[in-house]
C-alpha cells in the first residue's frame, strides 16, 4: 500500500486547477446507461471511484474510448442488468446503475453496498420510492434484484433529502408515460449537474435547483456532448490548505456559489476570500475558531467537515464541529490526535482546543475526507509526517501530489 511523506511545515503559493466533481460525475456516468446513442464526456478526473464506475460500465456491455479530453460512452449494445458485489463493495456509488437499468432494460440486479466506513449508509429510500415508481424490487443474497413492467409517474417525497435517492430516481423516471415529482430533494449542485446533463440527453426536468423536481417522460435520447461542474469539496480542501499553511492561493475552474457556506465559515474564522465566477482567492493568518454543525445544501457539507477540524486544530480558540449527517464520521480524530491534536469527541460533535504545534508521526487514512484532513495537518506540521493507505486518497483527489507540489509542499509517493 502506498504511502506519502510530507515534509513541513510549508506555504504554498500560486494558481491550482480544480478537477471536475467525482461526485458529479459518477452519477452522470451512470445515466450513460439510459442512452443507445453516443455520450461524449469532457474531463473526467483519474480517479480510482471513476475507474470502478467505468469498469461496472464496460461490464454491462457499455463501449467506452478516451480521445484527449473527451471520453465517448456508446450504450446502444447492453448485454448485462447485473451490478456485481466484487465491484459495488469497492464503491457505493455502483448504487447508481440501479434506476437508469430499471429505466432502461425494465430489470436490475445490484449487489446491495454494504455500509462504508463512515456509516451503515442504507438505500431504503432508493429501494422504497422505485416501488412507488411501479418496480418489484427483492433482496436475495446480498443483491437488489428489481424489474419492472412499465415505470409510472408518480408523486415522490424523501423522508430525507438523500443525495443518492434523489439521483437515482431522477434518473428511473425519465421514460415513464407520465410525470414524476420528487419532493424534499437533495439541493447538492450535483444533482442540478445531473439534471441539466440528462436534459441535455433530451429529457424534460424542471424545478431544478429546487425541492421539488419534475420529471416528464420522453420516448428516448440524442447525441450528447457534456463537461461537469468544478469539485466543490476538492476546492474547500484547497482553501483549507492554503489556510492552515498561512498561505496565499488563487484556485480556479469552481462556481463559489457551490461552496457559499464554506467560504462564509472561512471568512468568519477571519479568512481573506475574494471571488470571481469561477476562481477563488484565499489568504488569512491568526485565524480563529468556529462552531459549525454539517447539513444537506446549502449548509455546510459533511464532506468538509474532517478538513475543518484539521484547520481548526491550527488556528487559535476552542471549536466545536458536530456531524449531523453521518453516524461514524470522526474517524480522523485519533490520527490528529496522534499528530498532538487538542481534540475531545462528545456525541456528534468534536470540541477542538486550538492554536497547538503539531509533531510529525505516522498515520493513516482511514476514509476519503479523513485523508484530506491528515495533509492539511501535515503541510503545517514540523518534520516529515508518514501517511499511511493513501488509496483512500486516490479515490477522490486527482493529482493532488502533483498540484500539492506545484503550490510549493514537500510531498512525495513511497509505492507500497
Ligand atoms: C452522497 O452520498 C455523496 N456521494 C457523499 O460523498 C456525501 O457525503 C453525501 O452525498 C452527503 O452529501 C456521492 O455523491 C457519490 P445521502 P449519498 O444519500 O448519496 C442516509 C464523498 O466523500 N440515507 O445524501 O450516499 C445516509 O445513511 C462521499 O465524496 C438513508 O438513511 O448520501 C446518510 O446518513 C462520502 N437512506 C444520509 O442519509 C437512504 O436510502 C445522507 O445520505 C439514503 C441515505
Redesign the pocket.
Same mark, same amino acid.
Given at each position: 500500500m502506498d504511502k506519502l511523506i510530507v515534509t513541513g511545515p510549508c506555504t504554498l503559493d500560486g494558481r491550482v486547477r480544480i478537477s471536475r466533481a467525482?461526485?458529479a460525475y459518477? *452519477?452522470i456516468l451512470a445515466a450513460v446507461l439510459l442512452s443507445d446513442k453516443p455520450i461524449h464526456l469532457k474531463n473526467i478526473p483519474e480517479l480510482q @471511484?471513476i475507474k470502478t464506475m467505468i469498469k461496472l460500465l464496460s461490464n454491462l456491455g457499455v463501449k467506452v474510448e478516451k480521445k484527449g479530453e473527451f471520453t465517448t460512452f456508446d450504450a446502444s449494445q447492453l448485454n448485462s442488468h447485473e451490478a456485481t458485489y466484487d465491484l459495488v463493495k469497492t464503491m !457505493?456509488?455502483s448504487i447508481?446503475v440501479l434506476g437508469p437499468l430499471l429505466a432502461r432494460m425494465k430489470k436490475a440486479k445490484v449487489s446491495l453496498p454494504g455500509g462504508c466506513a463512515? #456509516?451503515? !449508509? *442504507?438505500?431504503?429510500?432508493?429501494?422504497t420510492n422505485l416501488e412507488k415508481l411501479g418496480c418489484v424490487i427483492n433482496l436475495k443474497s446480498g443483491y437488489v434484484e428489481a424489474q419492472v413492467e412499465k415505470m409510472k409517474g408518480v408523486h415522490l417525497t424523501l423522508a430525507?433529502?438523500?443525495? #443518492?435517492?434523489t439521483?437515482n430516481l431522477m434518473m428511473a423516471s425519465v421514460f415513464t408515460d407520465g410525470v414524476t415529482v420528487i419532493e424534499n430533494a437533495?439541493l /447538492?449542485p /450535483?444533482i442540478d449537474d445531473l439534471a441539466h446533463f440528462l436534459n441535455a440527453m433530451g429529457a424534460k426536468i424542471s424545478g431544478i435547483g429546487t425541492k421539488a423536481i419534475t420529471i416528464t417522460g420522453v420516448m428516448s435520447f440524442h447525441e450528447v456532448s457534456y463537461e461537469a461542474i468544478g469539485d466543490r469539496?476538492e476546492a474547500s480542501t484547497y482553501l483549507m490548505a492554503a489556510l492552515a499553511t498561512g498561505s496565499k492561493i488563487t484556485i480556479e475552474g469552481v462556481n463559489p456559489r457551490h461552496l457559499d457556506f464554506v467560504i462564509e465559515t472561512l471568512v468568519q474564522m477571519g479568512a481573506e476570500i475574494e471571488t470571481t465566477e469561477d476562481s477563488i482567492a484565499v489568504s488569512g493568518k491568526n485565524l480563529k475558531g468556529c462552531n459549525i454543525d454539517t447539513a *444537506?445544501?446549502p449548509g455546510f *457539507?459533511? @464532506?468538509a467537515q474532517a478538513q475543518l477540524i484539521a484547520l481548526c486544530t491550527l488556528v487559535k480558540g476552542t471549536s466545536v464541529i458536530t456531524e449531523n449527517?453521518? /453516524?461514524n464520521r470522526f474517524m480522523h480524530v485519533p490520527e490528529l490526535i496522534r499528530l498532538g491534536a487538542n481534540i475531545t469527541l462528545k456525541g456528534k460533535s468534536a470540541i477542538i482546543e486550538g492554536g497547538t504545534d503539531l509533531t510529525a508521526a505516522p498515520v493513516m487514512c482511514t476514509?476519503? !475526507?479523513a485523508s484530506a484532513a491528515l495533509i492539511i495537518a501535515a503541510l503545517a506540521t514540523k518534520g516529515e509526517t508518514e501517511i499511511q493507505r493513501v488509496y483512500h486518497l486516490d479515490r #477522490?483527489y486527482e493529482k493532488l501530489e502533483e498540484k500539492l507540489t506545484k503550490l510549493g509542499a514537500k510531498i512525495k509517493r513511497v509505492k507500497g
Open positions: 467525482k461526485n459518477l *452519477p @471511484d !457505493r456509488a447508481f463512515i #456509516g451503515t !449508509r *442504507p438505500i431504503d429510500l432508493h429501494l430525507f433529502p438523500s443525495v #443518492g435517492a439521483e437533495a /447538492e /450535483e469539496i *444537506p445544501f *457539507p459533511t @464532506d449527517i453521518f /453516524e476514509d476519503l !475526507r #477522490g
